[in-house]
């Protein structure tokens, strides 16, 4: 963390200012008088100056004591910094299946003097219509994106602008609709999730382009344990039920990691099938996860930015935290004496439908600050339970019981 980057910006000033004494995301937005969308942006930017304490409000680091000291002398010496005369919130983007970004877009985001970002997408795809010089001045960065398909003459400043992307295609594919409204796409700025979030499409399957830089560092079977570890940082997985075996294509060997313990790949394209586990644990640094039609005793998730979606049998646990990202998918809970469904979100979003047997008790609960959770009714029942707990700081919940 640069310390002079995050107190050039007054926001971020006067966060570090505010928390002397600890404070909840909400605290701050009233404070701030900012929407979560702008708080979220600034939050992120103070990464490593600020932290939690365990009752979840946020306080300085002892890094962020020195920030706190910098920003105390820059403001005693009525120190002007150039960044202020700047309107630094950009447009960001994040978590949705499908992005179509076209020239009408850039010019508004142009006017308005901000910048766009664009996280935690499965395609983005880029109109004919855009001026390159438009572009190159808009376009802040893309990360973390599986496709993106671009007309020849921007893709390299699309590629300039790149981290960690699997694939950029040259050539529009027919089979996808251009002219689709951009208004249908992304429904405006801020919001209550702290994100500009665009359309989420259904749950299709969708193609994924493995760029040339990929190859086939592994194809084989896997030995076979009752507990399963995933690491991904960034590139896609997908877990299926089947015979134990992995395919694996990465750009270097090393990306790749194959032990007693589980899987730990960075940047790679994975399908791996595996019979029913007693244990799963998923950790996701961005990327794409599937899990599908897999039965899992004891499932847990940790994701930092990224997508999951879920298609699992339980029978006594699923824990999921987020830190940026969005899970979505389906959980059927099987007879048990107890079963538990924990969420705790921190920025992100998600979407579980759950199957749950019919004579079990539902016990709900739920902390949100910033946020929003909904979650199915409480009701008794005489065979066991389901308890579902939900913690979301910034982000929305949805459970729905199918």
Known sequence: MDIFEAVSNEIRRKII???QTPRSFSELCERLNLES??????????????TKDDKGNYVLTELGKKALSIVNMIESQNVILPEEKRVLTPVLIEYADKVIIDKGMLTKIKEENKKLIIRN????????????????????LIENVITIKSPPNLKDIISRKSKQ?????????????????IGNIVSGVGGLVGKIVSRVLGSKDFSINIGSHLRVVYDGPLKVNDK???????????????????LAKCSYIGDLEINDNGISADGCYIKISYPDLNQLRVSVDGGKVEINEIKVNDLKIDMDGGLISLNVKCKDMVDITLDGGKVDGKVQFEDTTKARLNIDIDGGMGKIDVSIPKDFSVITSSRVDGGVARLPPNRAGNKGELIITANVDGGIVTINEI
């Open 121 to 140: 997408v499965n395609e983005v795809i880029f109109k004919d219509d855009i001026d390159e010089n438009l572009l190159n001045g808009v376009l802040e």
């Open 17 to 19: 200012k505010l928390l």
């Open 165 to 181: 992307v699997l694939s950029i295609e040259e050539e529009l594919s027919s089979e996808e609709e251009i002219n689709e409204e």
């Open 37 to 50: 969308s702008a708080l979220a942006f600034h939050l992120k930017k103070l990464d490593g100056l600020i």
């Open 228 to 246: 399963l570890n995933i690491e991904v940082d960034g590139g896609v997985v997908k877990l299926s039920k089947g015979e134990p075996h992995l």
